[in-house]
T-cell receptor, first 116, second 110 residues
């Protein structure tokens, strides 16, 4: 149980392109979803937290107009990197948690984004 | 003070030995504690969770929680080269917020 599917797994695109990443909870309802970014050999960096039906809460320093997050249903959240540039190249990982307090986060497989 | 602190390592142990990974947390009222394993280039995967003081065993893994001292540890018995990874400690605090440590890198030497 507790499977989180993330697509695509890898994206290579030109500078200026907008990229959408999907995160789905397959066998549970994800009241809360999290988006992380991780650079090579560095720690996970939380970008934003989203609750179903609400606006996402962004961490300090993360541009909400650059990283658009939508959590329209209990099983789907999307992250759109708008007008991506080479410095946005990174490993983006989503995770999802059920509604009950103290439930763990379950991670998707991540999306490796490369902007040329 | 960080919410969750881990020694970044690297920690090296010989194959077959016990690997001991430690984590401390700052919110004394925290109730839930998790250990994740992250292989290089992959996303984290949940390996253990513990809610009560004491030990919890699952195969070669044992999680230990001491709320009075505000630390949680993970023991890996009979360490294998395939256990080489970064281990992340995570805590769910009284503010309903989930915090990750920066991780401890473990290398098991054949």
């Amino acid at each position: 149980g507790a499977v989180v599917s993330q697509h695509p797994s890898r994206v290579i695109c030109k500078s200026g392109t907008s990229v959408k990443i999907e995160c789905r909870s397959l066998d549970f309802q994800a009241t809360t979803m999290f988006w992380y970014r991780q650079f090579p050999k560095q720690s996970l960096m939380l970008m934003a937290t989203s609750n179903e039906g609400s606006k996402a809460t962004y961490e300090q320093g993360v541009e909400k107009d650059k990283f658009l997050i939508n959590h329209a249903s209990l099983t789907l959240s999307t992250l759109t990197v708008t007008s991506a540039h080479p410095e946005d190249s990174s490993f983006y990982i989503c995770s999802a948690s059920g509604g009950r307090r103290n439930q763990p986060q379950h991670f998707g497989d991540g999306t490796r984004l490369s902007i040329l | 003070q960080k919410e969750v602190e881990q020694n970044s390592g690297p920690l090296s142990v010989p194959e077959g030995a016990i690997a001991s990974l430690n984590c401390t947390y700052s919110d004394r009222g925290s109730q839930s504690f998790f250990w994740y394993r992250q292989y290089s280039g992959k996303s984290p995967e949940l390996i253990m969770f513990i809610y009560s003081n004491g030990d919890k065993e699952d195969g070669r893994f044992t999680a230990q929680l001491n709320k009075a001292s505000q630390y949680v540890s993970l023991l890996i018995r009979d360490s294998q080269p395939s256990d080489s990874a970064t281990y992340l400690c995570a805590v769910y605090n009284t503010g309903n917020q989930f915090y990750f440590g920066t991780g401890t890198s473990l290398t098991v030497i054949p």
